[in-house]
């Protein structure tokens, strides 16, 4: 007879099944072996759902948005629309024109250091960012920092992979206009104390940009609870298309924020001597937007709600600990980054071996990882490392593929030793 | 040989293999071969930085050939890297500035060559080719 266990085990592994059918690129073979999927962190794969909403977009609704008086133009303004409600359900932002649709994180930071700049920030002043940031949450500031004749300091990070908190406190003084802080590492995958790093900042009446490109989607974010001021993430890591992200941001900075590009829409008239601008959030989305990607992002939410976050966590938590202990057992394999909160992420460098090495031949038995800085060459430098070997998960991974990337590792080595 | 019969001559030698693995191995071990860098020439002048991979590389010029020695710090790299130097290695500038090398890509190591995949290998064989043709331009002064 069964037990207890034995029917959730069956349950579980039925739910996988399902989960891993919903994706179809999941079944792919590559050299004739099937598809190990490890690179979720630089984008994840995309459901049906997500697939058949674009194609239906082009195929029955295609149509410029906001400005039509067709059944058409309705038909997808609605379903833009329709799309920024559920990512200010997702964040359970306040208002709706927070929610500004970018083209992804990078855009999203961009439009902060470039418009909240030119408002807030003069000679003198300073941005605080961490040591563990993307390139995307570093140099959009140094720009801005360096045409403003503002300084750039880091808050810097222990061997683990956390940030030094004390250290952060003592930066916080009278020049700094922003905090730009990471909320999981991309690289060692850390999970950082943004509610606090947010309560500290606010306690100077310092405003706080948290760069969600690596929490989106593992971890229930509300904007309202931690009290952020901009919030920034993209489609393509959490089940989405590409070419989507979001900034949020309070309503009480962006109507401050003078606009970041100009063009159609995020004016309300134009003459040749001034023009004047659209309310949020059409302020900031100048331009056609990206309407089949929004839509499609929309669709990614409905089915990241339909699973669960707290399944979802779960899932990824319990394939993390499992990779670990299965790499734990590699000798000299190192693990760069063990915070003790940590997200979907880990990154390894085996003996001498160099990452490139192991992550081509991991490709050969197709396990797809990323090897390299990362784009976090500053954060390299500090563990005086050329990159690193990273597995990033998502929860439609299993644990048979942490043992084949195990398994992996070893024939690596064995051919690079 | 000229530098399409050494080209070929290792095209042959890995349809030899059956799988990735023996092939893999082989082009470790063809690393090793590698006439490596003299330590005074692993300067950052001479290293060629790729996003992964990085490769030092250093040429003689000798009796209207050029010579090259090199090293990297990816195995893999390094045994593609012997593989280029030995093809490139002894010829003149001008063979040197018109050679085509197919060979990567008929072994299927496709992606060393790729420039999305910015690596050290693509820059050194644009490396290689500047050397020769600057010594080709030197030549015509």
Known sequence: ?417 | MTINEKQDQIIEDFELFNDWMEKYEYIIQLGKDLPLINAQYKTDDNLIKGCQSRVWLHADYQDGKLFFTADSDALITKGLVSMVVQVLSGHTPKEIADADIYFVDAIGLRSHLSSTRSNGLLSMLKQMKIYAIAYLAKALQ
């Not at chain 1, 916080?172 to 905090?179: H, Q, R």
């Not at chain 1, 900034?247 to 159609?264: A, R, S, V």
Request: overall charge negative; hydrophobic content about 40%.
């Open chain 1, 1 to 417: 007879m069964f037990n207890d266990n034995d029917i959730i085990t069956k349950a579980a592994k039925l739910d996988i099944e399902k989960i891993r059918s919903d994706f179809p690129i999941l079944q792919t073979l590559v050299y004739g072996q099937p598809l190990v999927y490890l690179d979720n962190a630089a984008t994840t794969q995309k459901p049906k759902s997500v697939l058949k909403v674009m194609d239906e977009y082009y195929k029955e609704y295609n149509s410029n948005v906001h400005r039509g008086v067709h059944y058409l133009s309705q038909k997808a303004t609605d379903a833009f629309e329709v799309a920024r409600r559920n990512v200010q359900a997702y964040i359970n932002a306040k208002h709706e024109h927070e929610v500004i649709f970018t083209k992804g994180t990078t855009e999203s930071i961009n439009l902060v250091a470039s418009s909240f700049g030119k408002r807030f920030v003069k000679a003198g002043d300073s941005i605080i960012i961490s040591a563990m940031e993307h390139h995307s949450n570093i140099v959009p500031w140094q720009l801005m920092c360096e045409e403003r004749g503002a300084t750039l300091k880091v808050i810097p990070i222990n061997q683990k992979g956390e940030l030094l908190m004390d250290e952060f406190e003592q930066l916080l003084d009278e020049t700094v206009k922003l905090v730009a802080v990471t909320f999981v590492s991309n690289t060692l995958g850390t999970v950082n104390p943004v509610k606090e790093i947010i309560d500290k900042a606010h306690a100077q009446n310092i405003p706080v940009l948290v760069d969600a490109a690596q929490a989106i989607q593992h971890i229930g974010i509300d904007v309202q609870y931690l009290d952020v001021d901009f919030l920034a993430f993209s489609g393509h890591k959490m089940y989405g298309p590409t070419a989507v992200g979001v900034l949020y941001g309070k309503e009480k900075w962006l109507n401050e924020m003078p606009p970041y590009q100009g063009g159609g829409e995020m004016i309300k008239t134009v003459s040749f001597k001034k023009s004047t601008y659209n309310v949020l959030p059409f302020k900031f989305e100048a331009g056609t937007p990206n309407v089949t990607e929004v839509i499609g992002l929309s669709v990614a939410i409905d089915y990241i709600n339909a699973t669960g976050l707290d399944y979802i966590r779960e899932r990824e938590q319990q394939l993390i600990h499992y990779a670990i202990d299965g790499l734990k057992s590699i000798a000299e394999l190192r693990l760069i980054g063990e915070a003790k909160e940590r997200a979907a992420s880990i990154s390894f460098l085996v003996g001498n071996t160099h990452p490139f090495d192991v992550g081509e031949i991991l490709d050969k038995q197709a396990i797809a990882v990323r090897t390299g800085h990362h784009c976090t060459e500053p954060l390299m430098d500090i563990f005086k490392i050329p990159g690193t070997v990273r597995a990033s998960f998502a929860f439609y991974n299993t644990e048979e593929e942490v043992d084949k990337l195990v398994k992996g590792v070893k024939k690596a080595v064995t051919l690079l030793s």
